[in-house]
């Protein structure tokens, strides 16, 4: 199984292109599936009112649901967010955390192909889920870009549906 991610703030659209892309494999033919985003469902506080119980579970949990969808054997799994961009909400509110930086760095590992999804201008909407503060959005994706640094992590930027293809079927 090959994972496949989507990484960047909230509100860039991320769950968009993911499905984009699962969408696109399936019609290619591949068995893909998709992993949405984990914080919808968690049951603490999120966006500026999180809690380290929160990011936590949100960690936690996307690992699981990776590793759970093995199962299924697909060919690709498209993730709706990535543990390093999780793990920025964390950073962002209390710091790093030396056995979270390892546990981040060694799973970030995993994942196949990582696309940054950048933020647009005023492409914020509301979900009634996540924050629409424009701060707080460009907070976590700077957060974002440092962690990418500090783990030294390797991706694309997201274009467009079709030359993010390229680069999938290309690793």
Known sequence: MKKIALIGTHGVRKTTHAYGIAHRLKELGYNSEFLGEIARQCPFPINEETTK???LWILHTQIAKELEAKKHKPDYLVCDRASVDNYAYYVAKFGNNKTLDELVREHVKT?????RVPIKEN????DFVRSINPEFQKKIDNTIKDLITYFGITLYDFINLESSLEIIKNS
């Open 53 to 55: 119980d929160a990011q």
């Open 111 to 115: 994942y196949s192909v990582l696309f």
């Open 123 to 126: 492409c914020i909407e509301s």
